[in-house]
């Protein structure tokens, strides 16, 4: 961990401490990243304005002749009813439209809040919009649900769950239910990749984009050149890969949709989070630079792939040219590139590393009964594991991996690895990852049933 060594010499160490602490202390850098979700209606373009910081993602407002089209629609009722409040104060008129950037609850939670604030409103997605979750539910997955609680921070206490690196910390009603309940729906779908739409006397088009999401879309608003792009931009590495456990997210697509984006050549952009870009020069310079920093990783990892390399070796070598990693809308707050490199290698080969020995490996019980052995007992091992937690907290768990899996289940293992999670986890910047470690240390030293899965 970067830290100071307290020894009080002079103020102006400290001062140097204090600035060291804030560029490259993760924890500080999180801080730092809240003012980015500090809530505010911005005035994006003439009768365009983004209500930010109201909860996890932004809602839009297009004003026309007779009506305003809304774009994204808030997490619940609350966050939707505030912001609808605030857009109040600006026009009366009633909502002729709504977009849906893609099917995440974070974006759709709110709906049946701006569809009551209009007549026979227009409700626009894709086809296929909610094409992620209704796997999950085909498949009768549920298990998703524990872990993007974990990657969300829901249950750490307020200190500690910074924010998610996106948006700030929120801890939404059950906007899922109330979205089903409130029989909100979308009413309209695109037929075709291009859609154009016109309705409150607003003119928009709608533009398949698959990326972060298999349904989602961007919305161009050629009057003031604005794009609204969903959750293919947000200022962070984005998240090829959620921990909470996805699909492949497609890249190539995803640099797809960028490179379209681009080529609308926009003078503002509104990400599906954090604040929007003003200005052509910086919106064009930031796309760019995601689109090619993505493509930059996809071509290192199919690289190393076609060399034969395995996940493991691939996020050893694979990494983000400097021009990029210096920008802070590329910094991994959100999405992690070492997760991503392995999201590509899966969704592209599937689980097999292509090594032999990974096709039928030791159960982890059969493994961790040699590796006792080899240490010469359980004792030693625990001793080994307490003496590294400083120098190499990765291993203490792993070793803590060990005497879990043959059941040595007690207070002493539990609490050890939770320390070692927790200084994992303090040292990472990625706050999903960092909520993860967070959440498991806490069951750890709290439960003792749920051990099994947690310790896995
Ligand atoms: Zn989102």
Redesign the pocket.
């Known amino acids: 961990m970067k830290t100071c060594t307290i020894v009080p010499i002079s103020i102006a160490f400290l001062l140097f401490c204090n600035i060291n602490l804030a560029a490259g202390n993760p924890e500080a850098l999180l801080q730092e990243r809240n003012a980015e979700f500090k809530q505010d209606i911005i005035e994006v373009a003439p009768n365009v304005y983004t209500a930010v910081g109201y909860a996890?993602?932004p809602t839009s407002m297009i004003i026309g002749e007779s009506g305003i089209i809304i774009i994204d629609t808030q997490i619940d009722s609350s966050a939707a009813q505030a912001v609808l409040t605030e857009f109040r104060k600006i026009t009366e008129k009633p909502v002729a439209g709504i977009v849906l950037t893609h099917g995440?609850g974070?974006?759709t939670g709110g709906l049946h809040v701006f569809a009551a604030a209009g007549k026979d409103v227009q409700i626009w997605a894709r086809k296929n919009f909610n094409q992620e979750s209704r796997k999950f539910s085909n498949a009768g997955l549920t298990i998703q649900g524990t872990r993007g609680a974990r990657q969300g921070g829901f249950l750490l206490p307020p200190g500690s769950r910074i924010n998610n690196g996106v948006a700030k910390q929120y801890f939404p009603e059950r906007g899922g239910e109330v979205f089903a309940a409130a029989g909100a729906k979308p009413t309209h779908y695109l037929s075709e990749d291009r859609q154009r739409v016109r309705t409150g006397g607003i003119e928009i088009d709608l533009v398949a984009a698959t990326g972060?999401a298999y349904d989602e879309l961007y919305v161009w608003y050629p009057k003031e050149r604005v794009v609204f792009a969903g959750?293919n931009f947000y200022k962070s590495w984005p998240n090829l890969y959620a921990i909470r456990g996805t699909p492949y997210r497609d890249v190539l697509a995803w640099i797809n949709s960028l490179s379209l984006m681009i080529n609308e050549k926009p003078k503002h952009l509104v990400g599906?989070?954090t604040r929007p870009i003003l200005g052509e020069e910086q919106t064009t310079i930031t796309l760019t630079n995601y689109r090619d920093a993505i493509r930059s990783i996809f071509d290192q990892t199919i690289a190393g792939m076609n060399r034969g390399l395995t996940p493991d070796e691939l996020v050893e070598i694979v990494k983000l040219p400097e021009k990029y990693s210096q920008l802070d809308y590329l910094r991994e707050y959100y999405g992690n590139i070492e997760w991503g490199v392995r999201a590509i290698f899966s969704g592209y080969l599937g689980w097999f590393d292509g090594n032999p020995s990974s096709l039928f490996p030791l159960s982890p019980e059969e493994e961790a009964k040699e590796i006792v052995k080899l240490a010469g007992g359980t004792d030693v091992l625990l001793s080994k594991a307490r003496s590294s937690l400083l120098k190499n907290p990765q291993w203490t768990a792993q070793l803590c991996d060990y005497l879990l899996a043959l059941g040595y289940a007690d207070d002493d293992v539990r609490h050890l690895k939770a320390d070692a999670l927790e200084l994992i986890g303090g040292e990472l910047l990625t706050a999903t990852g960092r909520n993860y470690y967070f959440s498991v240390a806490k069951q750890l030293r709290e439960s003792t049933d749920s051990v099994g899965p947690i310790a896995q």
Do not use: K, L
């Open positions: 996890v993602s995440h974070d974006h972060e959750d599906g989070h």
